[in-house]
């Protein structure tokens, strides 16, 4: 929706804001609780939780908390994030993008390929996550799966919370680095400026779907 | 159990400095002979007794075994095996429990720094206090040992009479054992004693008698002599070579490190690239060219 008045582009609702936030911090709450039972060298970061027991109990149903935001987040934003053939001519560009050649940039819709490769990155690895996450949760289903099973479970949930952890490092990077873009989570909208410059055809779909 | 200041420690879970180990105490181990085992279950009372535990009481299940499996109440267990081969039926009793692992998949296994540790003198440990519960331990024994309690999410298992031992006593099993078929002493000991037995099987028959001390988990401070060591699962399933789990290895190996550093990397990569490019700013050309496309859609082509 274009803003006139302020020459801005709404991009997120205010539901989309508070779904997306609650999500970003209970995956933040997971991951500090997770890598603290991940490796002895983070363990301390169980303290926060209030020590091992408590991190051992709270980080399944922090679990259970981001399987519902993101259910959420994959509701509201999965249609724009299906791929698209010049994605694939975005990714070409890739070494384009991170060295800010910007001209050689293909036009970009509501999103580049690299926020629908972080979107079902993190919607595949949270239902693996979620998967395996009920296999390694003794104190409930233990009785229900094999020793063996479990052995593979706690594999697979460390390496998809590695590669999870490392997709974020990635989303977060690329908000921090492309300026003007955390105002769209904060404040719903963003620049004129912003739009053209990384979302063009986003923008021009927006004002074309303005009444004249 | 709680840690015992008394007795030294070789290993530590989760914890990557060294252990308190000025003192070196002499390997331990206790020695099971299958042969002399009459199935009374005096040990399995005894540890009830020691340890001041007691497990429900069961239903009789078909077999001897009682109760059905270990618990975190029963800490040993007698399983029974009727072998019949040839025409012949074999009695085999197997006391089951901690092996006492020289490499202990448990300790392994265990996110929570000093919940199980290993003693100089080869005992393994749980350190009732620092378990969290999580149940990495069961995951990480090649002998599905650990059990995990319901009423206070821990894990318990055999301790070899760590508290016992530390005082120069024997485990409370070998010395309710009336047949003596249970023996502790240096494990240098106990590995010469067991040849003592193993020659006088052979003598009797037993061709194929021989210690049980898996090399897959560097020997164990538990073993049997058994007088089908060519078959060990004829015991109630005793692994004929056990080891650690590859898929626990992987997990609790250089997995570890390789995945902090790499996340490490990732992030140091992303800062460095910061402030090498530099921030990717819009310009002020691009509001100019974003007010043209809004104000008038109709020429939206212009600026391409």
Not at chain 1, 36 to 47: E, Q, T, V
Not at chain 1, 81 to 100: P, Q, T
Not at chain 1, 145 to 156: D, L, N, P, Y
Not at chain 2, 43 to 65: H, S
Request: net charge neutral.
């Amino acid at each position: 929706m274009i803003e006139r008045k302020h020459g801005t582009v709404g991009r997120y609702t205010p539901g989309a804001r508070v779904n997306h936030w609650l999500n970003a911090i209970i995956l933040v709450l997971l991951a500090l609780s997770g890598m603290s039972l991940f490796h002895p060298a983070l363990f301390f970061l169980s303290g926060l939780f209030g020590g091992g027991t408590w991190t051992r109990i709270l980080h399944p149903w922090l679990g259970l908390g981001l399987l519902v935001t993101f259910t959420g987040l994959f509701l509201r934003f999965w249609r724009y994030n299906l791929w698209a053939g010049e994605d694939s001519l975005w990714m070409r560009h890739i070494g384009d993008v991170v060295a800010k050649h910007d001209d050689n940039i293909p036009e970009v819709g509501r999103y580049n390929a690299g926020q629908k490769i972080v979107f079902w990155g993190m919607t595949i690895l949270i239902l693996v996550l979620a998967a395996s996450g009920v296999v390694m949760w003794d104190a409930r289903f233990g009785q229900y799966f094999t020793i063996e099973t479990k052995r593979v479970a706690a594999v697979v949930h460390a390496a998809a919370a590695v590669i999870t952890i490392g997709l974020w490092i990635i989303h977060v990077y690329a908000a921090i680095w492309v300026k003007g873009t955390v105002r769209a989570m904060t404040q719903g909208s963003v620049t004129g400026g912003w739009a053209w410059k990384h979302h063009r055809k986003w923008l021009r779909e927006e004002v074309a779907k303005e009444p004249r | 159990m709680s840690t015992l200041q008394s007795l030294d420690i070789t290993r530590r879970s989760a914890t990557t400095s060294p252990s308190p180990s000025v003192r070196e105490s002499e390997e331990v181990a206790k020695l099971i002979d299958i042969s002399k085992c009459i199935g009374c279950k005096a040990c399995q009372a005894a540890c009830y007794e020691w340890n001041d535990l007691r497990d429900e009481i069961g239903i009789n299940v078909g077999v001897y075994d009682n109760p059905p499996d270990l618990t975190e109440n029963t800490w040993t267990l007698m399983r029974f095996t009727e072998l019949e081969e040839d025409g012949e039926l074999e009695w085999l009793i197997r006391k089951d429990g901690c092996m006492h692992c020289a490499d202990p998949g448990c300790l392994k296994a265990c996110p929570s720094p000093g919940a199980i540790v290993q003693y100089s003198n080869g005992i393994v440990d749980f350190i009732s206090e620092n378990c969290i519960g999580c149940g990495y331990c069961v995951k990480g024994c090649p002998f599905n040992i650990p059990r995990i309690s319901k009423k206070d999410q821990k894990a318990y298992k055999c301790t070899l009479c760590s508290d016992r031992v530390s005082v120069g006593l024997e485990p409370a099993c070998a010395k309710a054992c009336p047949t003596q078929a249970i023996s502790f002493g240096t494990k240098k000991d106990m590995v010469e004693f067991a040849q003592t037995r193993i020659t006088d099987l052979n003598e009797r028959g037993y061709d194929k008698a021989g210690l049980y001390d898996p090399p897959g988990v560097d020997g164990t401070h538990v073993m049997y002599v058994l007088q089908h060591a060519d078959r060990p699962e004829r015991y109630a399933d005793l692994p004929k070579d056990p080891k650690i789990s590859p898929l626990v290895e992987a997990w609790k190996g250089v997995a570890k490190p390789v995945a902090l550093v790499g996340l490490g990397l990732t992030a140091l990569f992303g800062f460095l690239h910061y402030v090498s490019t530099g921030p990717n700013e819009v310009e002020e050309t691009d509001e100019e060219q974003a007010k043209k496309a809004i104000d008038r859609p109709d020429e939206k082509r212009e600026g391409r």
